[in-house]
């Protein structure tokens, strides 16, 4: 889902303006020692705060299945592994095996019984829109951006704004994501602010793709170098959407992104009327092609924009629930594999009404096999799998540092409890990940290799709270109307 296509933008300044004084920022995470001790993981949590637990050694201790998503890790295309252990030093996989040796002072976790994998990685949302979750129900996308979409976005306060993207991102991190990119329309900066620091707040992963409205000096610099840059786990990406009539808006997007280092990101042919705006064509003239580009949906691209798409490794996230529910019609999945497009998936924000990762990987195989009537079609089960972690990863160009258990990369993984009445008894666990599984059924997130969720339970949040403030801001909008 995308916002209405923007009017043409006034005249356009060279990127150098564009990018006057744009500064990078670090900051490093604290460290904090901590003493040994085991934690069954089924039992709710006494966890510090996420901050101090940066820097602490976990080893995760007996899980009856490991998908490390690495071959050369574990056994098969999912590199799976029996009864492993997982050990997380200063944010990082340090070591997958079996009677792994539990470093001094490390704080075991006991995952007997459960499955252990990489957490999924989101490729496309937009938070802000779980204040319209459930609405314009019998709307196609356009109908969507009528009714839905930009009467609540004119409408947003600071205040507002952060109570809805933390109840959105908190869903989605206790549905078992550790990263996720959002594609932001929201341009006042107070508004942004508010935004990012919503998005810091919850521990996720995550990249903030903007989409600015014209060519701003000012406020592109601004929110990534004071607002993105200093968030450890925060990324930038320019957003854009590309069509005929704003093609020097779009250019301008993808210098200032050329210029910055980032990816450019853009939604594509997400409905048959936008073949119009030939988005593909825009990218292609303004040199955008290229393992620097994310495309959303894709869904009606031709042969020959596919075999361009493939050939110059441009990146695509796939939504199977938001094209659903808007009519768009169906991505062709195995067209894009066939031709070896990295495509990862994505929940879509406000047309997805949930953050459930198991509905969406579902999704994904289902409308394949519903378009052509073939169990066989990609994606399987397997496929799927890779798609919602590592292939996500890949996608994103950040595969070198999440998406697997691989030592030596991040430590984002889920812990998923399948002793639950709609995953048990044990036939295929792998395929009942994907078939079976619910949020409800995510025991355990790490991010970094800090503990968002434990025994089925966020960690030092008050999700009764976090829903009383955005039902409370969406009263307030509501009574704008």
């Not at 990685?121 to 930009?150: E, K, M, N, P």
């Not at 996230?317 to 808007?326: E, Q, T």
């Not at 397997?382 to 972690?389: H, K």
Request: charged share 20%.
């Amino acid at each position: 889902m995308h916002s209405a296509p923007t009017p043409p933008p006034a005249p356009t300044p060279s990127r150098r303006a564009l990018l006057t004084g744009l500064g990078l920022a670090a900051a490093a995470p604290l460290a904090l020692g901590v003493t040994a001790r085991t934690t069954p993981l089924g039992q709710p949590a006494d966890q510090p705060d996420q901050s101090a637990q940066a820097g602490r050694t976990v080893l995760l201790r007996g899980a009856s299945l490991v998908l490390t998503m690495d071959p050369a890790v574990g056994s098969g295309p999912l590199g799976a592994i029996e009864n492993a252990d997982v050990l997380m030093q200063n944010g990082t996989i340090a070591a997958v095996g079996t009677a792994l040796q539990a470093p001094r002072g490390a704080w075991v976790v006991d995952a007997s019984g459960k499955l252990a994998m990489p957490g999924f990685v989101d490729t496309h949302t937009h938070l802000w829109q779980a204040v319209i979750r459930g609405g314009c129900t019998d709307r196609d996308l356009f109908g969507w951006f009528q009714g839905c979409t930009d009467p609540q976005r004119g409408r947003l306060t600071p205040a507002a704004l952060h109570s809805f993207v933390r109840l959105a991102a908190l869903d989605a991190v206790q549905s078992g994501v550790t990263t996720l990119v959002d594609w932001v329309d929201i341009f006042s900066y107070d508004l942004v602010e508010s935004y990012v620091r919503a998005l810091a707040g919850t521990g996720v992963r995550f990249t903030y793709a903007m989409f600015p409205p014209k060519p701003d000096a000012v406020l592109v610099t601004k929110v990534k170098k004071e607002l993105v840059d200093p968030v450890p786990l925060g990324s930038f990406q320019v957003a854009t959407h590309a069509a005929r009539t704003v093609q020097d808006l779009n250019r301008a997007h993808w210098e200032a992104a050329q210029d910055m280092g980032v990816m450019l990101n853009s939604h594509v042919l997400e409905r048959p009327e936008q073949r119009a705006d030939d988005p593909i064509g825009v990218l292609t003239d303004i040199g955008a092609l290229g393992p620097r580009l994310l495309i959303n949906h894709a869904i009606h691209l031709t042969d020959a924009e596919i075999a361009a798409v493939a050939a110059h490794d441009v990146r695509a996230a796939h939504c199977p629930l938001s094209n659903m529910r808007l009519a768009s019609g169906i991505m062709r999945l195995s067209e894009f594999r066939r031709r070896g497009v990295k495509v990862g998936l994505g929940l879509d924000g406000g047309t997805n009404d949930s953050s459930d990762f198991h509905a969406l990987m579902k999704t994904a195989i289902g409308l394949q096999r519903a378009r052509t009537t073939d169990a066989g079609v990609f994606p399987q089960v397997d496929d799927v799998l890779r798609m919602a972690t590592l292939g996500g990863a890949e996608a994103l160009g950040i595969a070198d540092r999440v998406g697997s258990l691989t030592p030596g990369k991040r430590a984002d993984l889920v812990v998923i409890d399948p002793a639950a009445l709609n995953f048990a008894p044990r036939f295929d666990w792998v395929g009942q990940i994907v078939f079976n599984g619910r949020p409800e059924n995510i025991d355990a997130v790490f991010v970094d290799g800090r503990a968002l969720k434990l025994g089925g339970r966020l960690v030092e949040v008050d999700t009764d709270r976090v829903v009383r403030e955005a039902e409370a801001a969406a009263t307030r909008l509501r009574a704008t109307a």
